[in-house]
């Protein structure tokens, strides 16, 4: 089965084109805010607008193929910002419609899940889901993705691209985070693990007020990393040992960095399980991750798009 699957959630509008399990094309293009600020939705849709004609003819001749090969349309409904999540719909019914083809709704956060199985060979891990949109701890059980543990308020990556931001005016902040911890020295930040929970307002306010007291940044920056990775560190363990699951993967924009994958590996190594990083042209938002999902799942429905689609939502019905 051949699918071509649109992402289009938040910044990246990514199209991508998998058969059954080998992955065809993986096109995107990504919506830069202007320095210093953050996304904007109503841009970001503008972006989208823009670029997905020329994403589809490039992932259609990466992939050497027409529309008329394609079988079934699939797009990423939910969850993600309304206004970039529309322009994926809508150009996905378009294909749908003028080519004849079956159009699945497919959620985000389960497919950054399933393409990370799939090119990991993860058989039944909790998943690390860490992104500027998400943090939570998945894991499969009784016929569903469940959460055991998630942001209570801002997610990891949003945290990140905020500090980053705010002190020097760079976006996305990962990359600059890792590069500005390696010279750091520790300082106390707040490290709130509610149960399996965790916040991250908290350590991104102490931060950017120590920023203001003139704290020296690479300090900030790499007690910023340390606090909040072993927070997801130890959520991540907590979840494994209740589950008595024995692999660990790890997905999402946050999944670059090299130091979350130290410490996670660390703790995998400590408790004697699996550790897999998805790799990084699929960790973070594409569409072939959407394009797999949609061969899992399928099946057509009501959906058009939900900005609030949880992950424990959805019926997993192929595995």
């Given at each position: 089965?051949?699918?071509?699957?649109?992402?289009?959630?938040?910044?990246?509008?990514?199209?991508?084109?998998?058969?059954?399990?080998?992955?065809?094309?993986?096109?995107?293009?990504?919506?830069?805010?202007?320095?210093?600020?953050?996304?904007?939705?109503?841009?970001?849709?503008?972006?989208?607008?823009?670029?997905?004609?020329k994403v589809l003819a490039e992932a259609l001749t990466k992939a050497e193929m027409m529309l008329s090969d394609i079988d079934i349309?699939?797009?990423?409904?939910?969850?993600?910002?309304?206004?970039?999540?529309?322009?994926?719909?809508?150009?996905?019914?378009?294909?749908?419609?003028?080519?004849?083809?079956?159009?699945?709704?497919v959620n985000h956060c389960i497919a950054h899940i399933e393409i990370g199985r799939l090119l990991c060979k993860a058989n039944d891990p909790i998943t690390?889901?860490?992104?500027?949109?998400?943090?939570?701890?998945?894991?499969?059980?009784?016929?569903?993705?469940?959460?055991?543990?998630?942001?209570?308020?801002?997610?990891?990556?949003?945290?990140?691209?905020?500090?980053?931001?705010?002190?020097?005016?760079?976006?996305?902040?990962?990359?600059?985070?890792?590069?500005?911890?390696?010279?750091?020295?520790?300082?106390?930040?707040?490290?709130v693990v509610k149960g399996m929970d965790l916040s991250f307002s908290g350590i991104l306010t102490a931060a950017l007020q120590l920023h203001k007291k003139g704290k020296k940044l690479e300090d900030?920056?790499?007690?910023?990393?340390?606090?909040?990775?072993?927070?997801?560190a130890e959520v991540s363990e907590r979840a494994m040992a209740h589950t008595g699951k024995n692999e660990l993967l790890l997905t999402g924009g946050v999944a670059a960095s090299q130091r979350l994958q130290e410490m996670l590996e660390t703790m995998c190594d400590?408790?004697?399980?699996?550790?897999?990083?998805?790799?990084?042209?699929?960790?973070?938002?594409?569409?072939?991750?959407?394009?797999?999902?949609?061969t899992l799942v399928n099946k057509e429905s009501s959906i058009d798009f939900r900005q609030k689609w949880r992950t424990d939502e959805v019926e997993v019905s192929w595995l």
């Open positions: 089965m051949i699918s071509l699957g649109i992402e289009s959630t938040a910044h990246t509008f990514g199209i991508g084109i998998v058969d059954g399990k080998k992955i065809l094309a993986n096109v995107k293009d990504v919506y830069h805010p202007k320095a210093g600020s953050g996304i904007h939705p109503i841009e970001c849709k503008e972006h989208h607008e823009a670029v997905k004609e349309v699939s797009y990423a409904a939910g969850p993600g910002l309304p206004p970039c999540l529309k322009v994926g719909y809508e150009f996905a019914s378009q294909l749908e419609k003028e080519n004849k083809k079956k159009l699945v709704p690390l889901y860490v992104s500027g949109g998400n943090t939570q701890v998945i894991g499969f059980a009784a016929g569903r993705y469940r959460i055991f543990g998630e942001t209570l308020d801002i997610s990891v990556g949003n945290a990140i691209d905020v500090f980053v931001r705010e002190t020097i005016g760079k976006y996305p902040g990962g990359p600059v985070l890792d590069e500005l911890a390696k010279s750091g020295k520790y300082v106390e930040l707040p490290y900030i920056a790499f007690s910023f990393q340390e606090t909040a990775y072993a927070m997801l400590e408790r004697k399980a699996k550790f897999f990083v998805c790799p990084r042209e699929y960790a973070g938002d594409n569409g072939a991750m959407i394009a797999y999902l949609g």
